[in-house]
């Protein structure tokens, strides 16, 4: 598999006065819809495409529900998605209030199956 890249300038935000560098930046090189994401699945298995798009929009529904409550969710090999937030930090304990968490991002790690591949990617200069 290859991925392409761009070269990017881009200057340190926390010293201005720093010189600016270069570096790779992924492109794109397209995209995938959830329909078109389940007639490949389809070609993969018994199921129709219209089973895997309801199936995957489930997944989509409960995903959201799940991390709201503060579970991680564990996708097997794939991965698992949990909550971040960024915060404001306090002197002591018994200030600390739920309003201090100024955001709230899920993220994803990659399970030992996304890993491997990921590791295999080869990368060309655009």
């Known amino acids: 598999m290859s ?5 990017v300038e881009r200057g340190n ?27 490949q699945a389809s070609q993969m298995s018994t199921l129709t495409t219209t089973d895997i798009v ?26 698992s998605f949990w909550l971040r937030t960024t915060t404001e930090g306090v002197v002591s304990r018994e200030e600390v209030r739920a309003d201090q968490i100024n955001t709230v991002l899920p993220r994803f790690n990659p399970g030992k199956h996304f ?12």
């Open 54 to 79: 309801a199936a995957l929009e489930s997944f989509l529904t409960i995903v959201p529900k799940e991390l709201a409550k503060g579970n991680i969710v564990e996708l097997g090999d794939f991965g």
């Open 115 to 126: 890993k491997r591949t990921l590791d295999n990617i080869e990368f060309n200069k655009n």
């Open 3 to 7: 991925v392409k890249f761009n070269i």
């Open 13 to 39: 935000p926390s010293n201005p006065e720093a010189p600016r560098k270069f570096y790779p930046s992924i492109q794109s090189s397209g995209r995938l819809t959830l329909r078109e994401l389940a007639e």
